[in-house]
């Protein structure tokens, strides 16, 4: 026991020495909004141009901002929300803006009660109804005049778990409001977002939409280098080090937090081992730890039902993955519900989880021809059966499963 406290001892004893990688580590991390952001001054420009008129007390344009993760989104808005309110506290603007991250909020009271919040008007943290908490918004909005520009980030989030009845509410807030105004910035990473949106929301919101493009490789350098510049000290990051990270996070669609976050736990690796140089080798284990945590959190964080069908297309592979296949995937879904005690939902439902499961790369599904029997879909496992094996070994519903034999099927001789 002795051993043990003696090396975390150590461990503490080293990091309050002081790091020889790090010099600021949090501005390697994705909330961090640098002073500078490179590769972005047209997008600032634009949203700078759209919301100037909230300063003399007229509401902008509501704006919609989509594109891929890690593009630069919730950096420039929150980059221009805090240059707008820090110029309406120099001339006495009754401005204020809010920026809400959707899922880290996940209700609707919770984003009302961060809208009321942003206004200075207290509430519960629960027990209101949401309507007379959306009155309460409202009423002390228009008592103190207040002009309200609010970025709703990961908004599909919102609608998806929600629906765009809180939306639709705020997008048509105006229309009851006399000496105040609210202005609204959606951002989402879905491209298909809009789609989930009433035709009556979705012509409100989008009064004005800002697309962002992925970064290129070599934008992606020069963001990790005045990054790098801050977060450590000279000389403790190689050039190949570097570019691997641009290069890498290029290929996953130009991700700027994807490089970030090679970056930063490059760097931690390096600082743990007590090398003085972040290298290539250190970024490279950085991605398979990324990935791997990755893959675990996603697994970790699915639905009951989406763990099930998982789980079946994993038991498929262990013992016939010839007949790993929608058909047979439904049938051990089933089969393993009955086992635990839950209603199967309808082949319709389990064949568009497999479709989810294909989009987020848990599963890789391709359709085949069976002649005059039709088509169907050949499903195999998207990531490594150990990393499943792994997150379903710590899942009190299913760990008792994972070595479950088929009741249809034989294994392998």
Do not use: W
Not at 238 to 245: I, N, Y
Request: positive net charge; charged residues 30%.
């Amino acid at each position: 026991m002795r051993k043990q406290a003696d090396i975390l001892d150590n461990v503490f004893a080293q990091f309050l020495r002081g790091s020889r990688i790090f010099r600021n580590r949090k501005v390697l991390r994705h909330d961090y909004v640098p002073d500078y952001l490179p590769h972005r001054e047209e997008e600032i420009l634009r949203l700078g141009e759209i919301t100037a008129p909230v300063l003399r007390g007229s509401p902008c344009s509501n704006i919609f901002i989509y594109g891929k993760t890690g593009t630069g989104k919730t950096a420039v808005a929150k980059f221009v929300l805090n240059r707008i309110a820090q110029k309406a506290k120099e001339i006495k603007s009754s401005v204020r803006v809010c920026v809400i991250n959707c899922r880290l909020a996940g209700t609707e009271y919770r984003i009302l009660a961060s809208l009321c919040l942003s206004i200075n008007e207290k509430v519960p943290f629960t027990g209101l109804a949401v309507g007379e908490l959306f009155d309460r918004f409202r009423k002390s909005l228009e008592s103190q005049g207040i002009i309200l520009l609010v970025a709703l980030d990961e908004i599909d989030a919102l609608v998806k778990m929600r629906g765009d009845t809180l939306l639709y509410e705020l997008t048509r807030i105006n229309e009851n409001l006399g000496r105040s105004k609210v202005s609204i910035i959606g951002i989402s990473n879905d491209l298909k977002f809009k789609e989930f949106l009433d035709p009556r929301v979705l012509s409100t919101l989008s009064e004005e939409e800002m697309v962002f493009k992925p970064y290129t490789a070599e934008e992606l350098q020069d963001i990790l280098m005045e990054r790098a510049k801050i977060a450590f000290y000279d000389r403790v990051l190689s050039e190949g080090a570097l570019k691997l990270c641009a290069a890498l996070a290029a290929a996953e669609h130009g991700d700027a937090r994807r490089a970030l976050d090679l970056l930063r736990v490059a760097g931690e690796i390096a600082e743990r081992k007590g090398d003085i140089e972040i290298s290539e080798e250190h970024v490279r284990e950085a991605q398979k730890r990324i990935e791997h945590d990755r893959v675990y959190e996603s697994i970790k964080s699915l639905p009951t039902h989406s763990k099930v069908v998982l789980l079946s297309a994993f038991l498929l592979s262990k013992f016939d993955p010839d007949r790993s296949m929608t058909g047979e995937i439904y049938n051990l879904y089933s089969e393993i519900c009955d086992q635990l005690g839950i209603g199967p939902l309808t082949q319709r439902r389990v064949s568009e989880l497999i479709n989810e499961l294909d989009v987020m790369g848990l599963l890789n599904s391709r359709v085949i021809s069976l002649g005059r029997y039709g088509r169907t879909k050949k499903i195999i496992l998207g990531v490594p059966r150990k990393i499943i094996a792994e997150v379903f070994s710590e899942d009190e519903i299913l760990k008792s499963m994972l070595n479950y034999k088929p009741k249809f099927l034989s294994p392998p001789q």
